[in-house]
Every structure is written in C-alpha cells, then in structure tokens.
C-alpha cells in the first residue's frame, strides 16, 4: 500500500507542478492582455486547488506511514501552497479586480514549488 502512495504521490506532483505552470502562463496572458478571464481558466484554478489537496493529502498519509522525504523542507513546500489556496478561497471577493494578477503569481509560484519539492522528496 504504501508504494502504491508513493507512486500516487510522485505523479500527482508531477501533475500539480505542470498544471500549475500551464494555468500560470495561461493567467498571465489574460493578466497582460487586460482580457477578462475566460470560464475555463476558472475552472483550471479549481483544478490546481484539488491537486494541491490531493499531493498534501497523500503526503500526509506517506508521513503517517513513517516515510520522510529526503529533506525537511519538502513538507514546507508542499504545505505553504495549501495554506495559500486556503487564503485565495477565502478571499476572493477582496481581491476580485486583481484576481488574474494573483492566480497567474499563486499558480508561478506552486509551480516552482512542487519543482522544488519534487527534488527534496521521495522522487529527488
């Protein structure tokens, strides 16, 4: 079982990561181009959001199992993103004008961490 979510957990790290960087270019675009951001990337930040949950999630199982990372800052990288997302949901109204500007630096930033994290964990 535990290889089983040590797999899940480096492919869904992988999927987070390129999803994560495909939905940030994709924002900065409409941020750049001052275009109002179409259904689908709406749609794609609530796909990062559960990407993120789902890597922490079998993270957390992994730790509970008594499996480290390589690093202690793995854990870091791969908690900072779900208390942000929970900090992007919880303000959206707040920062409705500026929302691209913020998902496409979030997303850019998820992005480099789950980079980050991909070589201070398990598939490092």
């Known amino acids: 079982m535990t290889a089983f979510l040590l797999k899940g957990h480096t492919t869904a790290a992988f999927a987070l990561t390129g999803a994560c960087a495909l939905g940030g270019l994709w924002s900065a675009y409409f941020w750049a181009t001052r275009r109002s951001v179409p259904k689908a990337l709406e749609v794609w930040y609530v796909v990062c959001y559960v990407l993120v949950y ?42 409705e004008s500026r929302r691209v500007a913020v998902m496409t630096v979030a997303l850019l930033a998820f992005a480099g961490m789950g980079v980050r994290g991909i070589m201070t964990g398990f598939a490092g």
């Open 54 to 95: 789902l890597q922490v999630g079998l993270g957390a199982l992994l730790y509970s199992r008594g499996l480290r990372p390589g690093e202690g800052t793995h854990v870091l990288y791969g908690i900072t993103p779900a208390v942000v997302t929970l900090i992007l949901v919880s303000s959206r109204t707040s920062f």
